[in-house]
């Protein structure tokens, strides 16, 4: 069976990429996020890519609601088995905030409330991957901002639930593909005018994973070192 190690290596092909900026959460975004995306579309477009304008429906309505309600049993549960293995509950200090505020609002769900907020995330994967039938590839900004201080946006702070909906502003373009399962990355473009770090993000269909490094690596070679180091 080929591996990943080997399959990069090989030449993807010439691809059809959709390219947007569009997400479904109502932020802005950093005109320098943007330009990342277009430089990451123009390398493309010279490599031999059909690069387009294209944009998969944006989902409405509270995705976060949704996907606490899915995910925080899973993160309950999690805490259960720590504490089967630790043979008693768990105190507060052995539990990150953010997962303990996460289970605390899963003890309030009833199954109903479960199963419609999976079956709600379900219909939502559908149609996002439905999209990638016309296209091999979905090019977006990495983030909506610039990188954030260290520290900021830790989860350990007075609200954690506001610091989850925080970093999803933080990151509108990453979250509905951890709904759907697509392989997607993070390709480094070089750095701002502030000196910080600017990146695209690459998504590709379901089981993608190879096509997804093929790709990022031609885009590695033809970028080569970057000229600067970030600014510390």
């Known amino acids: 069976m080929e591996t990943y190690a080997t399959s990069v290596r090989r030449d993807p092909g010439r691809l ?11 932020v802005d975004v950093d005109p320098e996020c943007v330009r990342g995306m277009h430089v990451a579309g123009e390398l493309l477009s010279s490599l031999g890519h059909d690069v387009e304008h294209a944009s998969p429906a944006q989902p409405g309505g509270d995705e976060l609601g949704l996907f606490i309600q899915a995910f925080g049993p ?26 303990r505020a996460i289970y605390d609002h899963a003890q309030t769900l009833t199954s109903v409330a479960f199963l419609g907020a999976t079956a709600q995330l379900q219909a939502l994967a559908r149609g996002l ?23 900021d946006c830790n989860g350990v702070g ?23 399962g697509q392989p997607a990355i993070s390709v480094p473009l070089g750095f701002g005018d502030d000196g910080l770090p600017t990146a695209a993000q690459l998504i590709a269909k379901p089981l993608g994973e190879d096509t997804l490094l093929q790709v990022a690596a031609q885009m590695e070679a033809a970028l080569g070192r970057p000229a600067q180091m970030p600014d510390l």
Do not use: K, Q, W
């Open 129 to 151: 991957v439905a999209f990638f039938a016309e296209y091999d590839l979905l090019l977006t900004p990495a983030l909506a901002e610039r990188p954030l201080a260290i520290g």
């Open 16 to 26: 059809r990429v959709a390219m947007t900026a569009e997400h479904p959460l109502g």
């Open 158 to 180: 007075e609200n954690p639930m506001e610091d989850l909906a925080r970093s999803g502003r933080f990151t509108p373009f990453t979250s509905l593909y951890n709904v759907t």
């Open 74 to 99: 899973a993160v309950s549960l999690g805490i259960g088995y720590g504490e089967l293995l630790a043979g008693r509950a768990l105190d507060d200090d052995e539990i990150v905030l953010l997962s």
